[in-house]
């Protein structure tokens, strides 16, 4: 045990993405979703009001990682804050999920024995994920842009960091939501409210949005730094798809009016916000933001110079933003962009024993990059784990399927792997000195995989994997002296191509995979040819065969 001065926890157990983030002395020690360890898709399955579920998993682990115990907490953050909520009329959950927020500092202390329930505080939901991205991100002055589904009573804040300190310059009430909007949509097309925007996003990509000028008198800017979102009558222009059976032209054409819509209104937003502030910089949280094409948009066509989105930009990333709010408080600030891989980690010696308790034969190359550049170039496919796992949604090759961009069958074939839709597009990752030459149309370095890029003409037929239907792709820069990094260069150095399929670590319905045991289950199950467990290797038995 170690003795510390200001340690904060933070929390997000309200809406879903349940999760805990430790910030000691101003340095974030580790934050994870509670999904990681209870394998619960979004921390929310089987049934809606799980979302509330306290990350106790994750909490702990958070405070092993620090040696830390609960009684040595100088804080908790809880990001919501039920005196300010107003129930909405047409959520029943509603009031049960205030009041448990209400209780939530008394359910902490029996969770984590040894914590003085005086010491958890109410962080404002935007609050936090505005935190999650002022005080997180690489700039300690610069304009702020959070929109989500909702908060306690409104759906987005902007202002600005000062040195750290937040001014908050204009709210949007409830029930007007971009966040709640889209989550509407989502569900009116078959797919899971709250979880599967990201399907929609894909979709639009397909379509023509010929339903703009109707899907603007529902959701548009309203030039004063909010806007006007109400969820219309979806069946004026499609029926209501079931996601089970193909989707019509009409399905694509009203996601690509409604994505439209929201890229305006943000882009309303945020041109009003850098005339406010003057600001040359913006940093951005919230579920919303996590829409890379809107992300985009703004980068594009705001006056903002540069742009900077959290990587857990969704509800978990307010537990980060709820325990660097109070050490902000007590004087304690984090220094620079804090990256995302903030997980649970293995050592080597640890991930050999894994190995080695599930009788799985490995080898411990000293040229890993070049075997699995190999794979690669033939046409495997590779589970990647490697490193302290990432938080937030998006895999930034810690635990990461990869494969050859140039294989026109690979989509379907990563697609089926995974049990997703065939319209799914998966991602490049790309060398970061290389990036310019074949991505352009949005920032460079963009190792975060929040905005997306067009695709250069002459480079579409070369790496179609990963090539959007829209001739985009969503693009995450890495360095060279990295795991993957080298992987990458040793896949250039074979096929004269330094851009590499990057999709996450999971099957459908399931969460990321997190530790070694989740990683052997799934290479146990589905057909992937080699596992990277850090710096060892395994192959499957038919690949063992065709090397003898």
Known sequence: MTTSTGAFLGINAVFHDSAAALVVDGRVVAAAEEERFSRR??????????????????????????????????????????????????????????????????????????????????????????????????????????????????????????????????????????????????????????????????????????????????????????????????????????????????????????????????????????ERTGERRLVMAGGTLLNCVANSRIWRESPFEEIWVQPAAGDSGTALGSALALARERGRTADGDLGATLGRGWSDAELADALRTAHIPFTTPDDLADQVADVLAADGVVAWFDGRSEFGPRALGHRSLIADPRGDGNLDRLNAIKGRERFRPVAPMVLDDRAREIFTGGPLPSPYMLFVHDVAPHWRERIPTVTHVDGTARVQTVERDTPVGALLKAFDERTGVPVVVNTSLNTAGRPMVDDPRDALELFGSAPVDVLVLGPHLVRRAHVFEEDR
């Open 41 to 274: 898709k979004h921390a929310k399955d089987p049934v809606p009001f799980s979302a509330w579920e306290l990350p106790v998993l994750s909490a702990r682990w958070c405070l092993a990682e620090a040696g830390l115990e609960p009684s040595e907490l100088d804080g908790v953050g809880y990001s919501f804050d039920p005196a300010l909520a107003v129930p909405r009329p047409d959520d029943p959950f509603d009031p049960m999920r205030i009041d448990y927020a209400r209780r939530a500092p008394g359910f902490l202390a029996e969770a984590l024995p040894g914590l003085d329930e005086q010491r958890v505080r109410f962080v404002e939901h935007h609050v936090a994920h505005a935190a999650s991205a002022g005080l997180a991100g690489p700039w300690r002055d610069a304009a702020v842009l959070v929109a989500d589904g909702r908060g306690e009573r409104h759906s987005h804040l902007v202002g600005r960091y000062t040195d750290g300190e937040l001014e908050i310059l204009a709210r949007q009430e409830l029930p007007d939501s971009l966040g709640l909007v889209y989550e509407s949509l989502t569900a009116h097309l078959g797919f899971r409210r709250s979880s599967d925007e990201f399907k929609v996003m894909a979709l639009a990509s397909y379509g023509e949005p010929r339903f703009l000028p109707e899907v603007r008198e529902a959701v548009h800017g309203t030039g004063d730094g909010g806007f006007h979102a109400r969820v219309p009558d979806w069946n004026r222009w499609a029926s209501s798809w079931d996601a089970l059976g193909a989707w019509a032209p009409e399905h694509a054409d009203l996601a690509a009016s409604v994505q439209a819509a929201l890229e305006e209104s943000l882009l309303d937003v945020a041109t009003w916000l850098h």
